[in-house]
């Protein structure tokens, strides 16, 4: 069973800068599909970034260009740097892990974690 524990939430002020961690206990960085999804109060969950596993990653239009996602395969933990940060950032952060994009991107990883929270004020 794969675990996947979240930190790095917290209150911020606009234009900050935030990294969330993602630990992986129970299966290996590289065997999975690694992603970073968020849920603001009343909105769906939305993909954030995700690693596909062949060195390339997708992030969703409104990370591009604030948002760097790494992996660290000793650390088996991945890391989603969050700069310039608006309030409409604010949201759940949730790390998923599966083993296909397909349902990766539709919201349906084979993992969750239980998300870490990230507050944005004006």
């Known amino acids: 069973q794969v675990l996947l524990v979240e930190s790095g939430g917290g209150l911020v002020q606009a234009g900050d800068s935030l990294r969330l961690s993602c630990l992986i206990s129970g299966g290996s960085l590289g065997d999975y599909i690694m992603a970073w999804f968020r849920q603001a109060p009343g909105k769906e969950r939305e993909l954030v970034v995700a690693?596909?596993?062949?060195?390339?990653?997708m992030y969703a239009d409104s990370a591009k260009g604030r948002f760097t996602v790494s992996g660290d395969n000793a650390r088996n933990a991945i890391y989603l740097q969050m700069s310039a940060l608006k309030p409409e950032d604010t949201a759940a952060y949730f790390c998923?892990?599966?083993?296909?994009?397909?349902?990766?991107?539709?919201?349906?990883?084979?993992?969750w974690g239980k998300g870490t929270q990230v507050t944005v004020s004006s």
């Open positions: 690693m596909p596993g062949d060195g390339s990653i």
């Open positions: 998923a892990a599966g083993r296909s994009m397909r349902t990766m991107v539709v919201g349906k990883p084979a993992y």
